[in-house]
């Protein structure tokens, strides 16, 4: 019998999707709170865009690691 192993974290599409999307809503958040704290209305945007960019960084960070292993 063929025993068939769950992918690891690092190949996972879905970790991938959860590394970007936690980093979006995170840095968002901040944004959106400083946003309001500070009464601007810049900061969120600047979350997103920097929490995609953070989260799609950990993603290659991971695929590389495995590359190299």
Known sequence: MT???PP???TDPWAA???V???VLVYGAIGFGLDRWWGTSFLV???V???A??????VFRS???QMNA
């Open 17 to 19: 999707f959860g590394r």
């Open 49 to 51: 865009i920097l929490g």
């Open 3 to 5: 025993e068939t192993r």
């Open 21 to 23: 999307t936690g980093g």
């Open 63 to 65: 695929q590389q690691q």
């Open 53 to 58: 960019m953070l989260g799609t960084y950990t």
């Open 8 to 10: 690891s974290r690092s």
């Open 45 to 47: 945007a600047i979350g």
